[in-house]
């Protein structure tokens, strides 16, 4: 199938700092990339869809000032996460789909474990 | 709206024994099916999917079977093993997006 890389697995990183997260479509192009945050033992919240070269829609209660997200090209979206807090701690998944419509599947990144200190 | 529920685990079993997770939907309109699997420390992985009513998808032993009557989606396998230890997600997708289940925590003990 195809890949999703997601770039770092893991970071750590102090309070008061930005950090950019990657997602690439390796084989494929995708013209919409998910952003998802998993707290421990919890399901996937769908924090904001990211579509090429055009702004992110954001779910309700994501604060888009805070994660902010680029999709420049259609194998490339990114969210930054600026000034973290620990609160911001977390796991950060991304997942995009080779084509639109309700029969292609999803395609997840390998996730970035997040801990702000 | 679209939702996904699923049974709340944790769920232990030894090795070679049959595993159920339940999952009920509710949707707009007619949407794909999916189980995805996350291993420790990953992201997620599709395990099997199913488009339609009554279509039944299978891969590594799992099973899973669209059933539109009892908006249900349950997860089968007939005989688990310690490397099926991992948390499974159902999910529906009517369209572009995902909706997620909380996710079932399965561990197979030897």
């Known amino acids: 199938g195809a890949v999703v890389s997601q770039h770092p697995s893991r970071v750590i990183c102090k309070s008061g700092t930005s950090v950019k997260i990657e997602c690439r479509s390796l084989?494929?192009?995708?013209?919409?990339m998910f952003w998802y945050r998993q707290f421990p033992k919890q399901s996937l919240m769908l924090m904001a869809t990211?579509?090429?070269?055009?702004?992110?829609?954001?779910e309700q209660g994501v604060e888009k000032d805070k994660f902010l997200i680029n999709h420049a090209s259609l194998t490339l979206s990114t969210l930054t996460v600026t000034s973290a807090h620990p609160e911001d701690s977390s796991f950060y998944i991304c997942?995009?789909?080779?084509?639109?419509?309700?029969?292609?599947?999803?395609?997840f990144g390998q996730g970035t474990r997040l801990t702000v200190v | 709206g679209n939702s996904v529920t699923q049974m709340e685990g944790p769920v232990t079993l030894s090795e070679e024994a049959f595993l159920t997770i339940n999952c009920t939907y509710t949707?707009?309109?007619?949407?794909?099916l999916f189980w995805y699997v996350q291993y420790p420390g990953e992201g997620l992985q599709l395990l099997l999917k199913?488009?339609?009513?009554?279509d039944k998808g299978s891969n590594k032993g799992f099973e899973a079977t669209y059933r539109k009557e009892t908006t249900s989606f349950h997860l089968e396998k007939g005989s688990v093993q310690v490397s099926d230890s991992a948390v499974y997600f159902c999910?529906?997708?009517?369209?572009?997006?995902?909706?997620f289940g909380t996710g079932t925590s399965l561990t197979v003990i030897p």
């Open positions: 997942s995009a789909r080779e084509l639109s419509g309700r029969n292609t599947e999803a395609f």
């Open positions: 084989d494929f192009q995708a013209t919409t």
């Open positions: 990211s579509n090429e070269g055009s702004k992110a829609t954001y």
């Open positions: 949707a707009t309109g007619y949407p794909s």
């Open positions: 199913a488009t339609k009513a009554d």
């Open positions: 999910a529906l997708s009517p369209g572009n997006q995902f909706y």
